[in-house]
């Protein structure tokens, strides 16, 4: 027996696979920026630390762009976790309760490292610059950490009522709960941060080949060597604990779905080797020079993190089905609310996108040539 909730009465607002859709668009959207922050801010810190004057340049440069990053992460963020909570309730709550604490502290650890962003992007302090970006790091992988632990909890049932007691007080949940003891939380932690890595180093590459004029040929070469070397680690990164993920944590039920059907299992490959491409333009760019191969790169990185994105719903809802068939909920639609949203969000990424291109051109502008 699991303390998983009974389906709502109400139903679905839209079909399911419409919700999942979604779902996976948001998460792409969210990914992107989030992957920056989450192992550019390490970068950034580490290169002002340790960096010579080329690290150093590329350091202020991705401190620059943490506090965009962030805020586009944020905002982007809220789309996937609306939609968990719409199609993945019985399971997204009673994880939240076990690990409420945590997970509520994520508000607050967020909000610091966001003001430590700020400060190690404007200070002139040096000192103050390297405390303040390496606490905003550490408190961006340690919320990284959390998020982990919650989604791990919610598609892991069969381990909720061990979780209670062991952590409750009373026989009241005291929220105090982490998913520690679940196989697939390390590697699953893990594989993220490296496709974070991954992620870095082809905006590296955008930002060298498209935004950067202040720097001289000597800083472009050591950019490319560095954005191709970055790459080189994340990849090895990601391929070592996606591997870890994949054949060591599976349950058994998610490795048969993954080879019973052709199309997932091309599914699983083309994730597997899908940062090859990208990885492939960066060492092209870094030869050529020509910057619509940094471009090419950004772009392929973005497909990455796409495609990445519809193998983990997959596995997730894999993982759920003993539990519930969710796409068997019956759908009352709600047509009006979700025509709303559909407009506020081309709206939304409408006006992102006209942001990102006037700061690209004020960027230009108050660099020398």
Do not use: C
């Amino acid at each position: 027996m699991t303390p998983i909730a009974p389906p709502s009465p109400h139903g679905y607002p839209t079909p399911f696979w419409l919700l999942e859709a979604l779902k996976v668009f948001g998460f792409w959207l969210h990914a992107g920026p989030m992957n920056l922050w989450y192992a550019g801010m390490p970068a950034a810190v580490l290169l002002g630390f340790l960096g010579g004057s080329h690290g150093r340049h590329l350091a202020r440069r991705l401190a620059g762009v943490m506090p965009i990053a962030i805020a586009l992460g944020v905002n982007f963020g809220i789309i996937p976790l609306l939609f968990t909570q719409v199609v993945n309730y019985q399971f997204f709550y009673p994880a939240g309760v076990l690990i409420a604490w945590p997970w509520l502290g994520v508000i607050g650890l967020l909000t610091v490292a966001y003001y430590g962003v700020y400060v190690h992007a404007e200070s002139s302090r040096r000192g103050l610059v390297l405390a303040a970006g390496a606490a905003s790091a550490l408190l961006l992988v340690a919320i990284g950490f959390l998020f982990a632990n919650n989604f791990s909890l919610m598609t892991n049932p069969g381990q909720w009522l061990a979780i209670f007691s062991r952590t409750a007080i009373a026989g009241a949940p005291s929220g105090l709960a982490l998913n520690l003891r679940d196989p697939t939380l390390l590697p699953r932690w893990l594989m993220m941060f490296g496709l974070a890595i991954t992620t870095t180093a082809a905006y590296i590459a955008l930002d060298t080949a498209f935004f950067e004029r202040g720097g001289d040929d000597g800083y472009t070469r050591w950019a490319g060597r560095f954005a191709v070397l970055l790459y080189t680690v994340g990849l090895i990164w990601f391929a070592a604990a996606g591997s870890w993920y994949v054949f060591g944590t599976w349950h058994k039920h998610v490795q048969e779905a993954a080879i019973a059907r052709p199309a997932i299992a091309a599914l699983m490959a083309a994730t597997a080797a899908a940062p090859g491409l990208p990885w492939l333009l960066l060492v092209l760019w870094r030869r050529v020079g020509a910057p619509k191969l940094a471009a090419w790169a950004a772009a392929a990185q973005f497909g990455v993190i796409g495609i990445n994105a519809v193998s983990r719903q997959w596995v997730q809802n894999v993982e759920l089905r003993p539990y519930a068939d969710l796409a068997a909920t019956p759908v009352h639609p709600q047509w009006v609310a979700f025509g709303a949203f559909v407009a506020a969000l081309i709206a939304a990424i409408w006006v992102v996108a006209w942001m990102v291109l006037r700061l690209r051109a004020a960027w230009l502008k108050s660099e020398p040539d």
